[in-house]
T-cell receptor, first 112, second 115 residues
Framework: DSGVTQTPKHLITATGQRVTLRCSPR?????VYWYQQSLDQGLQFLIQ???????AKGNILERFSAQQFPDLHSELNLSSLELGDSALYFC???????????FGEGSRLTVL | AQKVTQAQTEISVVEKEDVTLDCVYE???????LFWYKQPPSGELVFLIR??????QNEISGRYSWNFQKSTSSFNFTITASQVVDSAVYFC????????????FGTGTSLTVIP
């Protein structure tokens, strides 16, 4: 158990819909990262937050947004969903650099 | 340009064989960290090792060993006497001091250990 909690674990929805994925980092970790892993693909970095502020942005679509709340949990919002958005979405947290990333179990999104 | 290259997409070995997974990285920083993660078929990502740029000592942990060579910008991972449970996708990653907490992942190497 990494200490990072992601909900929901599985989600099935239709094209055009909007979903929210939630992440609770390990106790004490200020950084939260979101990654997307499509079938047979590597880890695509989406976005990073540090103590409530956006720190870095990767290949995140405009239809996607995220935030980190004062209690340090984070949410990734995916809207106008397309079939290609079906993927495993990982949240990870990290203590101050150069701590390693601790990953949650992922949220598997299926868009039909 | 890719900061972390894992040229081996898929590897298959027979149980008990040794296998080395290659990782080549690119950075201009003098202070950086390298990582290996394992993703078994169940999907979770498991941290294996972290190594800083100032420590070129090889590391051994049971059947796992890591060879860090700054001269060739490589951080290779060897599994000795492989087992079926080693079947997974393995990711190498780099984190640079100047990039703060950003992590750059390779595309992963899928290892299949055949019984």
């Amino acid at each position: 158990d990494s200490g990072v909690t992601q909900t929901p674990k599985h989600l099935i929805t239709a094209t055009g819909q909007r979903v929210t994925l939630r992440c609770s980092p390990r106790s004490g970790d200020l950084s939260v990262y979101w990654y997307q892993q499509s079938l047979d693909q590597g880890l695509q970095f989406l976005i990073q937050y540090y103590n409530g502020e956006e720190r870095a942005k990767g290949n995140i679509l405009e239809r996607f947004s995220a935030q980190q709340f004062p209690d340090l949990h984070s949410e990734l919002n995916l809207s106008s969903l397309e079939l290609g958005d079906s993927a495993l979405y990982f949240c990870a947290s990290s203590p101050r650099w150069p701590g390693e990333l601790f990953f949650g179990e992922g949220s598997r999104l299926t868009v039909l | 340009a890719q900061k972390v290259t894992q040229a081996q997409t898929e590897i298959s070995v027979v149980e008990k064989e040794d296998v080395t997974l290659d990782c080549v990285y690119e950075t201009r920083d003098t202070t950086y960290y390298l990582f290996w993660y394992k993703q078994p078929p169940s999907g979770e990502l498991v941290f294996l090792i972290r190594r800083n740029s100032f420590d070129e000592q090889n590391e051994i942990s049971g059947r796992y060993s890591w060879n860090f060579q700054k001269s060739t910008s490589s951080f290779n991972f060897t599994i000795t006497a492989s087992q079926v449970v080693d079947s997974a996708v393995y990711f190498c990653a780099l984190s640079e001091e100047t990039a703060g907490n950003q992590f750059y992942f390779g595309t992963g190497t899928s290892l299949t250990v055949i019984p």
